[in-house]
């Protein structure tokens, strides 16, 4: 009996606590559209549909463009092309499904969905991403807008400026491609202290959606979907695809998820500390923060934000850099979403 009693404490401390379900996004604003609709899933699903709400959200937002840097339409590449990155983590089994660089296809989160669940595959790039969503029954669609292809003509009128491209000869004052780049100093030499530099971080070009997802169950799921920073070097691929990187989710301990300076971020994979944290005892704003540190104490003008939840529905987000960054959560006990502000790290 005494055995019996310790295991059901135990269990009762490991278990969530509340039957409830939760769902958290890295945005306020127009992104409470994508909590609103996976809330509508979780709802419908009695709470335990968490992929599925996860996809339903992200693909809200992407349906919506939401502040032009989710889903088709975007600020193109430093070529021209509009291309998407989405990553889907189900935090029971660890799966992960994601696309990089996908063309021609406006549901990435849904491709990415498909990665995971009809391929032994993590992650698929460019046209073969595009090939494979072709295989699942999308079809081809371009991402161009008119609004999209007025960004890129405007910018390669001023010359391509600002770009991140660095050491080539001529990158600050004409358009690519450029040609070998000088690495050891002299003109087209590696910039320094007050050169040009690449595109300001901002809610307006390095923006993604990162979703957390609790089921009432305990079962949960994280994702992420972005078309990539404005007028990135055609071929980039940011940390939104990236697990560990633009989020991360342990059905054990918690998930996380990121936005803002996507190429610095990814390289700390701040989403799988953050959930590492967690599981250390950390409550999810205090791992946010901690993550986040680590990055700022090697890059401390980089900017950036991330939002965590626990197994146990709590949550709580961060930030460095990147005002006025808030987080959308709804519950099952909520009628509406609510957006939570942030204090920076």
Known sequence: MRTARVLALLAAALAPASARWVVVNTWGGPMTAATDAAAHVMHEGRGLATVDALVAGCSRCEALQCDSTVGYGGVPDSFGKNTLDAMVMNGDTMNVGAVAGLQNIKHAIAVARGVMEHTEHSLLVG????????????????????WSAQQYADWVAAQ??????TGFPLDDST?????????NGG?????GEGAKKAPETSLT???TIGMVILGANGSMAAGTSSNGAAHKVAGRVGDSPIPGAGSYVDSDVGGAACTGDGDVMLRFSPSYQAVEYMRQGLAPTEACRRALA????KYPSFSGAMVCLSRNGSHGGAKHNFDPFAYSLRTE???ETHVVPVEPI
């Not at 072709?134 to 008119?146: D, I, K, V, Y």
């Open 187 to 191: 003109p087209g030499g590696l910039r």
């Open 294 to 297: 680590r990055v700022a104490a």
């Open 205 to 207: 070009n390095h923006d």
């Open 160 to 165: 391509c400026q600002p770009n991140y491209y």
């Open 175 to 183: 358009c690519p491609p450029y040609s070998q780049p000088v690495v």
């Open 127 to 146: 046209t073969d991403a595009t090939r494979f969503a072709n295989m699942l029954g999308f079809s081809p669609e371009s991402l161009e807008t008119g």
């Open 333 to 335: 006990d909520m009628r």
